[in-house]
């Protein structure tokens, strides 16, 4: 089969993180270097750029330009939360012949890989020579298919992180604290809490997760005995726990059901289900230094807490997505396999398998009794967040009393 000659269009979709440029500036270099690739176009703000025909000529950025922008955290070419439906995707697909673009490459989660699927069949339909790659990004980590996502172990070394400055200042001045963190509906986040432990009565001492039922009853209990224990309780919560009901406890605790464009319904944007599990354990445990903190948009896009594993595995399923597209002439979604010790590689999986749906933690991460991770997550995430920086206790004897 001959070579697709034509131009590449690229677009970043969904929530930022801190790598997601290092996959751009993948895709855009090595599409570069093919001489079946005439332009590489960028859509500024994903797929609405596209339809509105919004496009920069990144043939004409320089390599130093793409290479700081590599190490940039954010969507530099822009982002969106538009759900592409059918009627749009035609949309894209229509603009794609118009400027002949033969290769589309969209940096995303499952909504972006399921726009991807559906520009490709509507090329498909068409009879239109279009290769579309699917590039995977999401700090939930919550992808199917792929071992993880790149944006995950920096986000995840940004908790971690944060859980290690916030149990010093806790043990300092005890009290209970409750950190939000995001994850609809994974927790893979909030169990990346566990790696800002370093002594044995280091928080986070208690995790709670989506995949789990959340019971106020018990929540209250755990810390309670705690805080006895230690004398004070650090708690990681993701803001996707669910009570019994299968609905998110926010709703629960507020009776309000607040959406998000997706019709989702609204977690922890506002710090509401920090301040009112907050003012739960007051209420019923008449503790008084009682604080919490939502992670929100801190966890994405960070400056200088950025994991060199996640860097170096973002710019590669760049890479891959244009080396699959123009060597390979071939459709699907990038994702990370293991072979080893810490080793990757990667493979191209169809877009139907990572389009829509999300995973969750699997059982074996979890401990049974659910408030925290077992040996296995750690085996598997501690490589993802790269170098840690240390920290120290004070070791000396106590002088006797007189």
Request: aromatic letters at 8%; a negative charge.
């Amino acid at each position: 089969m001959a070579k697709l000659v034509g131009n590449v269009l690229i677009a970043q979709g969904g929530g930022p993180t801190a790598v997601i440029n290092q996959s751009l500036v993948g895709a855009v270099l090595e599409s570069r270097k093919f001489p079946e690739v005439d332009r590489v176009y960028g859509a500024l703000h994903g797929v609405r750029g596209i339809i509105e025909e919004n496009f920069i000529d990144l043939t004409q950025a320089t390599t130093h330009n793409l290479e700081r922008v590599a190490s940039t955290p954010s969507s530099a070419l822009l982002s969106t939360r538009d759900k592409p439906d059918s009627e749009y995707c035609e949309k894209i697909f229509k603009i794609c012949m118009k400027h002949n673009v033969r290769y589309f490459f969209y940096c995303g989660g499952n909504d972006s890989a399921d726009a991807v699927r559906i520009v490709n069949n509507n090329a498909r339909e068409a009879g239109y020579e279009l290769r579309c790659i699917h590039i995977p990004k999401t700090i939930d980590n919550d992808l199917r298919v792929t071992d993880h996502c790149p944006g995950y172990g920096s986000a995840a070394r940004f908790v971690s992180l944060a859980f290690a400055g916030i149990n010093l200042d806790n043990r300092a001045l005890p009290g209970v604290y409750i950190g939000v963190v995001m994850g609809r509906h994974a927790g893979f986040l909030t169990a990346a809490s566990v790696f800002s432990r370093k002594y044995e009565d280091d928080g986070p001492h208690l995790l709670y997760f989506p995949e789990r039922t959340f019971r106020k009853e018990e929540f209250l209990k755990d810390i309670d005995e705690t805080y006895k224990k230690f004398g004070r309780c650090i708690v990681a919560v993701s803001e996707g726990v669910v009570g019994e009901d299968g609905q998110p406890i926010i709703t629960q605790l507020t009776g309000d059901q607040e959406r998000d464009s997706h019709g989702n319904v609204q977690l922890s944007g506002t710090g509401a289900l920090g301040d009112l599990l907050t003012a739960l354990v007051k209420k019923e445990l008449k503790i008084r230094r009682v604080r919490s903190d939502t992670f929100g948009y801190l966890q994405r896009s960070f400056v200088g807490i950025v994991s060199e594993v996640d860097q170096a595995e973002a710019r590669e399923v760049g890479e891959k997505a244009a080396q699959f597209a123009v060597w390979n002439n071939v459709d699907g979604s990038v994702a990370i396999k293991r072979t080893g010790d810490y080793s990757v590689d990667y493979f191209l999986t169809p877009l139907e398998t990572v389009a829509r749906e999300t995973k969750c933690m699997p059982d074996n991460f979890i401990t049974p009794f659910g408030t925290d991770v077992t040996d296995e997550f750690k085996v598997y995430a501690r490589p993802l967040l790269g170098q840690m920086p240390d920290y120290e206790r004070l070791m000396a004897p106590m002088v006797p009393k007189k």
